[in-house]
């Protein structure tokens, strides 16, 4: 039987022999000796002289083979310990794990703030037993005790990775497919920061991205939006390990997914290798990653071919993706590997050595770098300081001073043509700020006047050209975000945030400060139609937590909108903009937007009869009204966002909705939630429809007439009832 050590570049057929053509005995048989074993695989010439077997390369690859089993080991215990989780994929992973932090990667486990650190993605976060493992035996601050408490109530070892909870995590990772795309992002930020910072003598910025991902995240549509990009890009500094164990949930990838992937990623532009022996070749591993970074000009996609639960009685089949073991199984499994059955969660000596002997070399690293650092803190003293200011996330001083301010005299925009006004201003004093638009950048007018595309050969370039890809987008985002010194932010129209939804909601999760640009915010955007025109969209966004969002009605509030959104370093923010006209309101404020409504008009004299309150264009429609209801006392209300007013005090609420005071609101989007506020609401019910903006604003009641007659209907029906207080809760503030 012959083994193979193939670390192939460039696509080649499949093979007929490899290591997981062996029958699963000659492997279990091989186990011990088979990792890293250098003696039992033919290698090529160029490997020959590496794999000398000396006496001292005998025992390092003993030593590392015990590594990697004792972390398969360790992440089936950690699994059954919870009796809930996954260990079939990080039993697998283990030896693409060993290799990274082993031999690879800069980290540097006492600061995981280190902004050159490499970046490493767990794309199949369901496999995250492997990566807190990894973590742990590398000296990060996630304890025995934190691996024990696995999947367990506040501990630090949940169940899904997640960036701010575990030390070394650096993106929340579980939803299939975001974690890859968010390595796109990282690998980004690499390039851009790099390309912005980097002086002679000087690779300030130089690190890589690693991924290791599934099957799952390879048949994800984001993953090849975003590994499209990639190619595009040539992120020559991003390497993906795939995990080609041809399982999945429901069985054999077979089921579903019998595409050649190699293929696909190598007509994206990305270097393709394949490692058949990944179960057993941590030289082959190693190989392909050096093959990967020698490639400075493509991304590269190292197929590793494993076996889902290495080492289990239940290997190589889906029994072993998502449930633990067993006490039997695992007991085997340390004695087939060498390991005290009757011990649990006691790390071999010489495996604690030689990690933590990696860790300290890490630290030493670091220290090299920021001695590094001085020398350019010398040299370049401003963009040092720059660096280490946007390292910090604090934004310069003085930006506020670039928000433009507007008055009622001034011409009317669309709040999507102030939004470009404002960005304008603030791209040419905060640098952090990256992004660009979903391929309607003419539509969504996110480019400023200065702006340089961001493209494979001008990565010092800002604005961001995403192709028609959303969902990608978004995550990119997250990846620019995740890294530090940016503030990403991305745009399409307010419906086709949809499309972005997965994306976004991680950024929610994850404390990640992406502004989300949307425009074209409701039917008021006409012609194109019912596909086109959000009715749902908004409160969907507004439903998720720690997702802030805000429908300015004018262009001060558009520039109050953006500080809002700045000032939140660790909450995702959506502005939602109109395509049609806005005039500058008497008495907005960009200030007034951080309270979520405030009154724009209240009776000169006497209470208010009735509230009438409105986000974005339908505050215009609304202020039309006002000038047909004269003969009542009326409160005229903007309401930019229901998070931020639900923030507020109850006095501050009483004030802008008053104590038994009818309120009428209008919103050019679903009705649905507007009852929180609200006795009465002019919104949509049903889809658009294809017509003229005016044409269709009329037929769906959002104009002045049909708020003046609501108005009335309201007044009329109050008359001779009590109106119910709707901010009098108990568990409103
Ligand atoms: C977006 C998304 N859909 C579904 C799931 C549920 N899920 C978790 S793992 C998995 C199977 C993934 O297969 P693979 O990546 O090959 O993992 P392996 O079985 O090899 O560990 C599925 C469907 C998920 N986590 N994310
Ligand atoms: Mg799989």
């Known amino acids: 039987m012959e083994r193979v050590l193939q670390y192939n570049f460039g696509y080649l057929p499949p093979r007929t022999t490899s290591t997981s053509d062996l029958p699963l005995s000659a492997l279990l048989a091989n186990k011990r000796s088979a990792i890293g074993g250098n003696d039992q695989i033919k290698v090529s010439k160029k490997m020959k002289g590496e794999a000398k077997a000396d006496a001292r390369a ?18 089936a215990e950690i699994v059954q310990q919870a009796n809930s989780g996954h260990p079939g994929a990080p039993m697998g992973c283990a030896p693409m794990a060993h290799v990274l932090w082993g031999r690879v990667m800069s980290f540097d486990p006492l600061d995981d703030t280190w902004i050159n650190r490499d970046r490493f993605v767990l794309s199949n976060g369901h496999a995250c037993a492997l990566l807190y493992s990894m973590l742990h035996l590398t000296g990060y601050k996630v304890s025995m005790d934190d691996l024990k408490k696995f999947r367990q109530m506040n501990s630090i070892t949940p169940g899904h990775p997640e960036n701010h909870v575990t ?7 579980g ?15 690499e390039a851009h920061l790099a390309a912005t910072y980097n002086r002679d003598g000087f690779p300030m910025i130089d690190n890589y991205t690693y991924v290791i991902c599934g099957d799952g995240c390879m048949q994800e549509g984001i993953s090849s939006e975003a590994c499209s990009l990639a190619g595009h890009l040539r992120l020559g500094k991003l390497i993906v390990l795939y995990d080609d164990n041809k399982i999945q949930i429901d069985g054999s990838t077979d089921l579903a997914f019998t595409e050649d992937v190699l293929k696909r990623y190598e007509s994206y532009g990305w270097q393709t290798l394949t490692v058949v022996d990944g179960d057993t070749s941590l030289e082959a591993i190693t190989a392909a990653i050096m093959r990967a970074k020698a490639d400075s000009t493509r991304p590269t996609l190292i197929k590793v071919t494993t076996t889902i639960g290495f080492g289990s009685s239940k290997e190589g089949t889906h029994n072993v993706h998502g449930a633990p073991i067993g006490a039997t199984d695992l007991s085997n499994l340390k004695k087939s590997f060498g390991f005290n059955p009757d011990e649990s969660f006691v790390v071999p000596e010489d495996v604690t050595a030689h990690y ?3 860790g300290a070399a890490g630290t030493a690293k670091h ?5 590094m650092r001085a020398r350019y803190a010398a040299d370049h003293p401003q963009l040092n300081a720059e660096l280490l200011r946007r390292e910090s996330g ?18 009317a925009l669309a709040t999507r043509q102030s939004s470009q006004l404002v960005l304008n201003k603030l791209a040419e004093v905060i640098p952090e700020l990256v992004g660009g638009s979903a391929d309607l950048t003419p539509s969504n007018l996110t480019k400023w006047k200065s702006a340089e595309d961001f493209q494979a050969k ?14 990608a987008m978004a995550a990119i985002c997250n990846g620019l975000s995740a890294y530090g010194a940016l503030r990403p932010f991305c745009a399409t129209f307010l419906n086709f945030f949809g499309y972005a939804a997965g994306a976004v909601r991680v950024s929610a999760l994850s404390n990640l400060g992406v502004l989300y640009i949307a425009t074209h915010d409701s039917i008021g955007l006409g012609e194109d139609g019912p596909t086109h025109q959000p009715v749902e969209a908004l409160l969907n966004l507004r439903a998720t937590p720690n997702l802030l969002t805000i429908r ?23 502005i939602a903009l109109s395509r049609q006209g806005c005039e500058h309101l008497e008495g907005s404020t960009a200030e007034a937007v951080t309270k979520g409504a405030y009154v724009l008009q209240s009776p000169a004299d006497g209470a208010p009869q009735i509230v009438l309150v409105g986000s974005g264009s339908e505050v215009q429609t609304l202020v039309a009204a006002t000038k047909k209801l004269t003969d009542v006392r009326l409160q005229l209300v903007s309401m930019p966002s229901w998070e931020l007013f639900d923030r507020q005090p109850r006095e501050y609420k009483s004030t802008v909705f008053p104590t038994g005071v009818p309120v009428l609101a209008m919103e050019a989007l679903t009705a649905e939630g507007w009852c929180k506020y609200a006795h009465s609401v002019i919104g949509m019910r049903s889809f658009g429809c294809s017509a003229p903006a005016k044409d269709v604003q009329a037929k769906f009641g959002f104009t002045p007439d049909n708020a003046v007659v609501k108005a009335r209907e309201l007044l009329a029906y109050y008359a001779d009832r009590p109106v119910p207080p709707l901010h009098e809760r108990p568990d409103m503030p």
């Open 394 to 411: 604090a934004l310069p001083e003085g930006w506020r001073d670039a928000l433009p301010k507007w008055t009622p005299a001034d011409k």
């Open 167 to 173: 030390p070394g995590v650096e993106v929340s990772t």
């Open 458 to 471: 001008t990565p010092q370039g800002r604005y961001i050209r995403f192709g028609v890809r959303e969902h």
């Open 356 to 358: 933590h002997a990696i």
């Open 552 to 574: 300015p009605a004018d262009a001060n509030e558009v520039a109050g909108s953006y500080a809002i959104a700045l000032e939140n370093p660790t909450t995702p923010c959506v």
């Open 58 to 75: 005998d025992q390092q690859a003993a030593l590392e083979r015990n590594c990697v089993n004792y972390v398969r080991v360790l992440s």
């Open 175 to 189: 939803p299939l497919g975001q974690g890859i795309s968010n390595g796109v992002g990282l690998a980004m930020a």
């Open 367 to 371: 220290e090299a770098w920021k001695q």
